[in-house]
């Protein structure tokens, strides 16, 4: 192979990694407002969850105070009244905290590609650098990242049950109504 032939397999062979790293990256754009979008949603059941648990008479004003709070604070505020025997109960909440950490993470750390944390190479990933930290990004994993969070949201959204519809047709999901889990599990001894 001549000095020639060479540089120009080297040239196409970085234009063609050049290419799929920028396919890449813009999936991963793409995933992170796709994720951030969808986790606004969760959010959102969380907090209507949340209110309800917390105040079975359905007084809007404490429910709307829980649409107000931060993520971590929705999730504290719901763990209490998941008994520790009810797994499905806690599994909920891990995965919450979980996604929700998650969330955080690509919303603010870093994009990067390729670095040294001090023990290996990375690919994609996203790095906090003021703690020399970074999270591997799974490129193939991005769209069940996102399913997840639907379905997380559409789980808490099921712990109040169904949503209560007024004369109108109109879905009210802050009303604690007769079908719903929370009011069963803390009227089952009344």
Known sequence: MTDDSLQTFLDTSLRMDLVALESQRQAIYLHIGEYVSTWAHA???LGMAAGAWANPSGRAGVQAFFLGQN???KIDALNPFFPKEWMEGQTLI???REANKYRNTIAHWTLAMSGWDGER???WHFSQLTENKALDIDVNAMDAQTLKVRALG???LLTVGEPYFTE???SDLLTFNSTSLARQILHRDC
Do not use: E, Y
């Open 121 to 123: 190479m990375h690919g």
């Open 71 to 73: 993520t971590s604070k």
């Open 43 to 45: 959010d959102s059941s």
């Open 154 to 156: 559409n789980a808490a």
């Open 168 to 170: 109108q047709g109109q």
């Open 94 to 96: 891990r995965h919450l």
